[in-house]
């Protein structure tokens, strides 16, 4: 590492300026005052810019569990239960913090011209400004909080939204590959808490809204064959998809789902749970005069799609109105005629014939 800056110390703080620093191939630049009030809290404050950093380099962390294997593990009782205890009550910092990094990347994932601003008081902190754009495309804006003077069981909040988001990208920016493509707003008003990533999706809570509009899944040629009658029918491209949200305890509900294409329309609600990493959502596709109702279950590994066995039923009773129409004066509209003719091969297919 390599330091420069000019230092002071007076009225019980340590001032850093004119920084330059220097750790692997990142660069720092900026202020930082240290203040060392007797019987108070240590208190940050710091204005700085960093150059890119790269994960990559630093992930993940080495594991130093049973290193000291030799001593053995250390009782759960006595004197390093106390130690604990004592360590849980240390105060933590008042911060006042401004932070901008050039670029943030992990594998193929990459965020550029990250602002920061956060400030508070002993463990509680509130984040007034997250600012970000996406290397696969679209940019972030979001305020949020931190409460972690409980060190076992550290809270967080945010609130923000991610704007143009190019979902093909991002996706394969993940090691996702592209199974979707199109231009996505998220927003979001989320809560959480825990200190793991598995705490953390099960206490999920809050609300938002998702859109993506040209959408277009990879898997879109094969979605009619669970569903006989819609083949060549689906269009390649949805024009929008809609999906406001809530979220209670790592268990997502959309609802209602809404989404709209030539000659296709669709509504209907689905639940997610994190937990479980289980989808079961429920659709209905109206097309060619006919309400087709869609369920869509199953883990996140193995999730099918068909259609309501109740809906074959239901079309065989309709079939005559659907096929020779109320009024004979549209049987010469040639939408009409398209409508009837598709809905018989929707029938045929339903019913192998």
Known sequence: MNLKARM???NNSLNLSDIHARVDDITLRGQFRLGLEPGKPLSITADVQLSAINL??????PDTAGKNGKTGAAPAGGAAAARSSEAGKIPMPDINIRLTLARLSMEKLQVRDIQLAAQGLQGNYTITALNG???SGGKI????A????????????IKGTASEVNMGNLLESLGKGRPLNGVARLEADLTFAGKNATALQNSLSGKGQ???????LESMPTLPRNIPGLQGRVPETIDFV???FTARSGEITANPISAGAQGLSARGRAVISLPRRNLDAAINVETLGMTIPLIIRGPFDNISYYAD?????????????????KSKKNDSDPQRQDDMRGAGDLIRGLFGR
């Open 8 to 10: 002071a110390y007076g």
């Open 56 to 61: 990559d380099n630093y992930l993940p962390l």
């Open 133 to 135: 754009v996406l290397g």
């Open 141 to 144: 804006h979001a305020t949020g």
């Open 146 to 157: 931190a409460r972690l003077a409980d060190a076992a069981n550290p809270a967080y909040a």
């Open 210 to 216: 998702l859109e993506i509009r040209q959408m277009h």
């Open 242 to 244: 809609r999906a406001p």
């Open 309 to 325: 066995p109740r809906f074959a039923l239901d079309a065989a009773s309709k079939l005559p109105a659907i096929l020779q129409g």
